[in-house]
């Protein structure tokens, strides 16, 4: 748990989170292969592909067959819900300075009141290649923001409810205005914290992050209280699962996308050719022709993890009445009828094997009849690459809130389940 723990902690970005990944495939032998190059594949390599910092993608080759081969895919999201600060974001409102935010993804708006938040991301520089600008990650490595509530005094009925604005009521206090704050204040520290002229930064995708850390909590400590689990915690399964992976003759891919907040329609998304592109390069880099690329995608299955919706001890009804999830019961298999997750009966049924076969405790979860739930990347995906698969994952309990609450013996069992699910023929 601590080692996850850690992780949470340090990926206070998509981009922080994949610079993790990567360093963690590298430490344990993956080769960085560049979609520029032509690829020198060999049996039982290991590569990792990450053309776009927020997304990389883990390769582990086995001894592979043409018609023989099948693919092994396991896939969750680097992003969360943050707010992300605009271009321009100065605002004054009398000696206050504020910055200029606009919701990423589906926030539970009010659980960012009154947190101390960081600020993470990339900056974008001048360089002497016009076409090649300079990235460097940023993380402010304290906490400069807070987005205060108002005070019961000015709204007696805060309590009965209150519709937050996200332009209006949603924007992080900066600082107090000192002669120094002038309307380019913002890029004024960027520039300093990076050690580079004011003049010199472009742009930036930037995020005001919760600077708080992952604590246990609970009377004996069994619940894992944390930002990010969504969907970091499936990350951080994946990637010890495909390091420890054991690919056989197949071809093993964990893939960790950018953007599945918003909908993973883009370069670095699950909506994208990428994925498949990586595998058909992969395949012909080893000898298959087109077709045998076609069989190994239809012998194929895919892993979707995501988070699932514990059942609430204050909301009970907002489950589904027969099958709903409880903290400490293990990993969960997502269904759904609508196929807004990836899931079927005898995709169900290969999870289930698994599970039994190597001792995890699992349990199912389906959504109440008038309640739709969230998609995940997993349908995105298998469109691009038909073939078999399932939604997995831990449920919690705040899903989108600035903390959310899992169990630590559920966290475990999904890094189990990776593992066990990397290592089966």
Known sequence: MEQLMEFLDKSVSPYHAVAECKRKLEENGFEELLLSDRWNIKAEGKYYVSPYPSMVIAIRVGDVKEGETALRIGMAHTDQPMMKIKPNAEMKQKKYMKLNAEKYGGLILNTWLDRPLGISGKVVLKSETVFKPEVRFFDSKRPVLVIPNLAIHMNRDVNKGVELNPQTHMLPLFGLMGEEMDEAYFTSYLAKELGVEKEDILDYDLFAYNYEKSQKVGVKEELLLAPRIDNLASVYALLKGIIHSKPGCNLHIAG??????????????????????????????????????????????????????????????????????????????????????????????????????????????????????????????????????????????????????????????????????????
């Open 256 to 425: 960790m996308f950018d953007h599945e907040e918003v909908g993973s329609r883009s370069k670095q998304g699950a909506d994208s050719s990428l994925l498949s592109m990586v595998v058909e390069r992969v395949l012909t880099a080893v000898g298959f022709d087109r077709q045998g690329v076609m069989q190994a995608i239809s012998r194929g299955f895919m892993l979707s993890v995501d988070g699932a919706h514990a059942l609430h001890p204050n909301y009970p009804e907002k489950n589904d009445p027969t099958t709903m999830t409880l903290l400490g019961d293990g990993v969960v298999i997502k269904q759904s009828g609508t196929q807004r997750y990836l899931s079927d009966s005898e995709a169900t049924g290969i999870l289930m094997q698994i599970c039994e076969k190597h001792g995890i405790p699992y349990q199912k979860q389906i959504n109440r009849s008038d309640v739709m739930g969230g998609q995940t990347l997993g349908p995105i995906a298998n469109a691009y690459l038909p073939m078999m698969g399932e939604d997995l994952g831990i449920s919690m309990l705040g899903m989108h809130s600035s903390m959310e609450t899992a169990s630590c013996d559920d966290c475990d069992a999904l890094i189990q389940f990776a593992k066990a699910y990397y290592q089966e023929a």
